[in-house]
């Protein structure tokens, strides 16, 4: 059984930094990309960035990059998600998710087959 667990969400200023960590266990995921996702309260389920199974690619949505960063220590078994100059619309539910790396990237949510509880990020002053 694949556990995903997130962890670092909470409130933070405008300008501010999180860095959002997503744990997991149960089987080897080697071969499996990872990815975030965030939902805000009324809109749909959107896709952050994804990083594949080997650390060397990494992927951004347009309205995240040169803002958030996504890493992986493969030894610890943990994906951060580093988020930087933070703005209210980025105030959402943050989910992160296990999937198959084909390496063609990893940019729908249909593509992933493993799913954490999500933690929330508030962005306000």
């Known amino acids: 059984q694949v556990q995903l667990v997130e962890s670092g969400g909470g409130l933070v200023q405008p300008g501010g930094s999180l860095r959002l960590s997503c744990g997991y266990s149960?089987?080897?995921?080697?071969?499996?990309?990872i990815g975030w996702f965030r939902q805000a309260p009324g809109k749909e389920r959107e896709w952050v960035s994804c990083?594949?199974?080997?650390?060397?690619?990494?992927y951004y949505t347009d309205f995240v990059k040169g803002r958030f960063t996504i890493s992986r220590d493969n030894a610890k078994n943990t994906v951060y998600l580093q988020m930087s100059s933070l703005k209210p619309e980025d105030t959402a539910a943050y989910y992160c998710?296990?999937?198959?790396?084909?390496?063609?990237?990893?940019?729908?949510?249909?593509?992933?087959?493993?799913w954490g509880q999500g933690t929330q990020v508030t962005v306000s002053s």
């Open positions: 998710a296990a999937g198959i790396d084909y390496g063609l990237g990893l940019l729908r949510s249909y593509e992933y087959d493993y």
């Open positions: 149960g089987v080897a995921l080697d071969n499996y990309g």
């Open positions: 990083i594949s199974s080997n650390n060397e690619v990494t």
